[in-house]
């Protein structure tokens, strides 16, 4: 895995390929890591930009849907949204219109090139963010994907530019934290532990992005527990 440099990435699809073994192992660490729990329903978040957070949202989402789970990835960073692009699929109508009822949650699903896998785009994005993902339409929109969906994927915005990814992480079953190793700074990653941690947020586990391995390659490691 590696950061969004020039936007997220499907590698998933990639048969054999180092990456998608990888992401199938971060499906398999979270399935076993939440046997008493199941986090149905997961943010993806990260402290600051260019960590890798949509790339890992996308692809973990792709692996999903490929192992035979029916899953939705909604985007949920109304900051600059990014997952339309790769999966050649709308930004809108997507969630602001359903929430503003607009269109009906059917009409703003997207089918994409991944069997199995859904898409819901932003829609318009809001001039604010934070208080349309408070709401309580946003509540029964969550819960209707829920009813939906066997898995439900959020990327969001970073800890670090906005409270948006602390606010869905609460509602759903859990946030997964995404680093770049010698990308992110400690005190970023501790201000993001804290931001999930005051709205009780619990955190299934962090993709470490970047991480060295023999002949000076980069990888990925998932580690079980808080960030």
Do not use: W
Request: net charge positive.
């Amino acid at each position: 895995m590696s950061p969004d440099r020039g936007g997220p990435r499907l590698a998933a699809l990639v048969g054999g390929s180092a990456a998608a073994e990888a992401y199938r192992t971060l499906m398999t660490n979270l399935e076993f890591a939440q046997v008493d729990r199941p986090a149905r329903q997961l943010a993806v978040v990260s402290a600051e930009p260019g960590a890798g957070k949509s790339t890992v949202a996308l692809n973990l989402a792709a692996t999903l849907a490929q192992s035979g789970t029916r899953t939705c990835l909604v985007d949920g960073d109304f900051r600059h949204p990014s997952l339309a692009g790769p999966l050649g699929a709308r930004v809108s109508p997507g969630v602001t219109n359903v929430l503003m009822g607009k269109v009906s949650l059917d009409d703003a699903l997207q089918a994409t090139p991944v069997d199995g896998l859904a898409f819901l785009g932003p829609g318009p994005l809001p001039p604010n963010p934070a208080g349309l993902l408070s709401s309580e339409a946003m509540k029964r929109l969550m819960l209707e994907l829920r009813d939906r969906y066997e898995a439900v994927i959020y990327d969001t915005p970073p800890l670090g530019v906005a409270s948006d990814g602390a606010i869905l992480a609460a509602r759903l079953d859990g946030a997964l934290v995404v680093a770049s190793v010698g990308r992110d700074r400690r005190p970023s990653l501790e201000a993001a532990r804290r931001a999930l941690e005051q709205v009780r947020a619990r955190v299934v586990g962090c993709v470490a992005n970047r991480v060295r391995q023999r002949r000076h390659s980069y990888g990925y490691g998932y580690y079980y527990g808080r960030a």
